[in-house]
């Protein structure tokens, strides 16, 4: 072995990112072993998303994810280069400017689209598999409308209004729900009829998305052919032009967008590389080669893939190393295995799968451990239909409508925590819920509209004023004159409980100062005055016809002093841990708590802390039993305040930025993927 052993990672898609954290993770610590990670990008695309950012529901930057974000303060080496070849016997990867070298490589580079040789396609065709295609694909669509709206030759503005998605494999059928939702949002804001607009699946095979259940294939067929989406099935693609779509038998879908979506292949730097490729393995096929089969119904289609060995995948064992090479591992997309008679297929399942078992053979390698056989354990597919609606298999289980949807979105979330933390699933619902625009989330715009930074201003003011006035209050009645002790802070503890530094008096004076305690402090006084009107209402009930009290008596305390939740907080945390703290500081801390908390949101600096603190001063009140129905406005207002309050006329607006930039820095928050926004080293 090497004094350094290093490991190679060559990109940073589902399958490179995930071997990369599982190398970090378990191996990542050791000195002489250095793990680097090369992409051409500095960001990961969150390739699932991309009909989202295509059919223009979501904001670009939500399906991308930086990889400084992701490794964090992880042991990986983050490099943004773009890989021209690799020297197998040189352990070499070469870039235009470097080279890189490696004792262990994973290669995971991905796939791209595949055309079969159709005339016209590259040529005229869009393509939704890259980011950048995502947007080209996006602006267009923005173009076409924009024209559209100004055309007055009917056969050219139906051309441009007419969109074509080939491939209704998952790919084609979500990117087609999102075009049918951005009709809408299009055609208002240009004032097009949305009866003009054509979109059309059109697909060489007899059914959609052909990996679900027959049942659920109709389900979605349905929906989307009753929103106006058309489907053609059995109709081979055989050409295209910038006049749009040729389908065999002469036909012609004359439109200005056309979008591919119907095959992938290994990418054409992988299949450049000097490694044997996978083989189609269909015996009906006339270019089979071994036993099994390929897994596509329709063999003819995988012939330029595989025989000439030029575009496809990598041949890799069941440990998922290269079958050239046993330091060279292939993973996601590129990997070409037959498992059984299905080669992997391309999803993210499988390469988040076969990425963990490369990460684990490799470190088995170097620590002699016990490697492992690839053993595929896939859940199911989920597939949206637009924003609203969707249709999924998981386990065996039959899903549709929001039920699919939110299964898709809880699966993307519980990715999204694995891969960068509690941060991207806040972004995640931002992105898909809180910031979306036009009404596109299944919760329609309930929880989209923003509020004005300057509207809650007033309320800001007045939060922060009566804060201090309470302070002010505490300090009035002798809050901080020590010599009173226990009595101005007894009321947060039972009955009986000594606050730790309270000298405890004799009989006489303890009696005088429960006294003056009972009428110094707030408790007391409404205890005195809620005994004083139950005595009185209890005789004016004997005497006087029945008067109806309040049907809520908004002085009360929200939890009886006396139940059972306010008697278990009191005991638990009030004597069982506060009362253990001297008495003076017990009061100091809450009087200038209170103080601060105003100031700061008076002044909206700190605003989203104060806030915080304001709610757990409010909970502790509640469960001391002594925080009264017309007081919950202070816990409603200090949750609004934590939107960002403070940014409008606040100092916020300036310490926040520099705060972040701050905090985004600090290990804590790279280990911990707790940054605010993207961090900063
Ligand atoms: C629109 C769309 C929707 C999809 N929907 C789903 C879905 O719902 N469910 C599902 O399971 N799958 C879905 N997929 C498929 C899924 O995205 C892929 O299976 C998955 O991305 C494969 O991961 P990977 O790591 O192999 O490759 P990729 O994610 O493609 O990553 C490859 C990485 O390699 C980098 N790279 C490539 N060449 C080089 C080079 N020469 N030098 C440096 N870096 C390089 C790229 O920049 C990229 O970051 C969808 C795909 C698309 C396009």
């Known amino acids: 072995m090497p004094d350094i052993i290093r490991i190679l990672v060559l990109g940073g898609g589902y399958g490179g990112v995930e071997a990369a954290k599982v190398l970090a993770h378990k191996i990542g610590m050791r000195r002489d072993i250095q793990i680097t990670l090369i992409d051409k990008n500095t960001d990961h695309t969150l390739m699932t998303e991309l009909h989202e950012v295509a059919g223009g529901r979501v904001d670009p930057a939500s399906v991308q994810i930086s990889f400084r974000k992701i490794f964090g303060a992880r042991p990986v080496t983050l490099v943004t280069d773009r890989i021209r070849t690799i020297d197998f016997e040189a352990r ?31 040529e005229h065709a869009f393509t939704i598999w890259s980011f950048e295609d995502a ?79 027959q049942k659920l294939q109709q389900k979605a067929t349905r ?43 290994g990418c054409e730097f992988a299949a450049n590389l000097a490694l044997t490729k996978g083989k189609c393995a269909n015996r009906m096929c006339r270019f089979a080669t071994t036993q099994g089969t390929c897994g596509v119904k329709n063999c003819t289609f995988s012939k330029d893939r595989y025989i000439e060995g030029k575009r496809g995948r990598l041949l890799v064992n069941e440990y998922m190393q290269s079958v050239d ?24 399942e499988a390469a988040v799968q076969t990425a963990e078992t490369a990460a684990h053979n490799i470190i088995a390698d170097i620590t002699n451990g016990q490697m492992k056989t690839f053993r595929s354990r896939y859940h199911g597919i989920m597939v949206s239909l637009g924003a609203f609606s969707g249709v999924a298999h998981v386990m065996g289980i039959s899903l549709t409508g929001i039920l699919a949807i939110g299964v898709k979105h809880l699966i ?104 003056s305690g009972a009428a110094a402090t707030g408790a007391a006084a409404v205890d005195v005055t809620s005994a004083a009107s139950a005595a009185s209402g209890a005789a004016a009930a004997s ?5 109806h009290g309040p049907w809520l008596d908004t002085t009360k305390t929200i939890l009886d002093p006396a139940s ?9 945390v009030m004597d069982g841990i506060l009362a253990y703290l001297p008495y003076s500081w017990f009061q100091v801390m809450i009087v200038f708590a209170e103080l601060l908390i ?62 972040k930039r701050w905090w985004n820095g600090t290990r804590f928050a790279r280990k911990t993927h707790f940054y605010a926004d993207e961090p900063t080293k």
């Open 92 to 122: 070499r990867a070469i870039s235009e400017a470097a080279q890189y070298a490696f004792d262990y490589l994973v290669l995971g580079v991905g796939g791209e689209p595949e055309y079969y040789g159709i005339p016209g396609i590259k």
């Open 135 to 213: 947007l080209r694909i996006r602006r267009h669509i923005e173009d076409v409308f924009r024209r559209a709206a100004a055309e007055k030759d009917p056969a050219k503005r139906s051309e441009l209004l007419t969109f074509v998605v080939a491939g209704a494999g998952f790919t084609g059928i979500e990117l087609a729900g999102e075009l049918k939702d951005q009709r809408r949002v299009l055609c208002r804001a240009h004032h097009i009829d949305e009866k003009e607009v054509r979109i059309i699946v059109v697909e060489a095979l007899g059914a959609i998305i052909p990996n679900l259940p």
């Open 223 to 265: 929906y989307l052919e009753k929103r106006g989406v058309q489907i053609m099935l059995r109709s081979p693609i055989v050409g295209a032009d910038q006049n749009g779509v040729i389908l065999a038998g002469n036909r012609s879908l004359p439109a200005r967008t056309f979008v591919w979506t119907c095959g992938i292949q």
């Open 325 to 348: 090479y046993p330091n060279v591992y292939v993973v996601g997309d590129v990997a070409w295995h037959l498992e059984g008679k299905r080669v992997n297929p391309q999803i993210v």
């Open 412 to 515: 993307n979330v519980v990715h999204l925590f694995g891969t960068a933390g509690v941060n991207q699933v806040w972004e995640y619902v931002k992105h898909e819920f809180l910031d979306v625009k036009n009404e596109r989330s299944f919760v329609g715009g309930l929880a989209s509209y923003k509020v004005r930074g300057y509207w809650p201003l007033l309320l800001r003011l007045w939060l922060g004023f009566m804060w201090v006035v309470e302070a002010t209050n505490k300090i009035t009645q002798g809050w901080l004159d020590f010599s009173t002790g226990t009595s101005q802070t007894g009321w947060m503890f039972s009955k009986g409980v000594i606050q730790a530094g309270v000298k405890i008096p004799d009989a006489t004076t303890a009696a005088s100062a429960a006294a």
């Open 543 to 547: 005497a006087a016809p029945a008067v």
């Open 564 to 572: 059972g939740l306010v008697t278990w907080f009191r005991r638990t």
């Open 598 to 659: 105003g100031l700061a949101l008076f002044g909206g600096l700190f605003t989203w802390w104060a806030a915080v603190v304001s709610i757990g001063m409010c909970l502790i009140f509640t469960l001391s039993g002594m925080f009264a129905w017309n007081q919950l406005w202070f816990l409603f207002a200090a949750i609004l305040m934590m939107g960002g309050a403070g940014r409008a006329f606040g100092l916020d607006t300036w310490v926040v930025p520099f705060f």
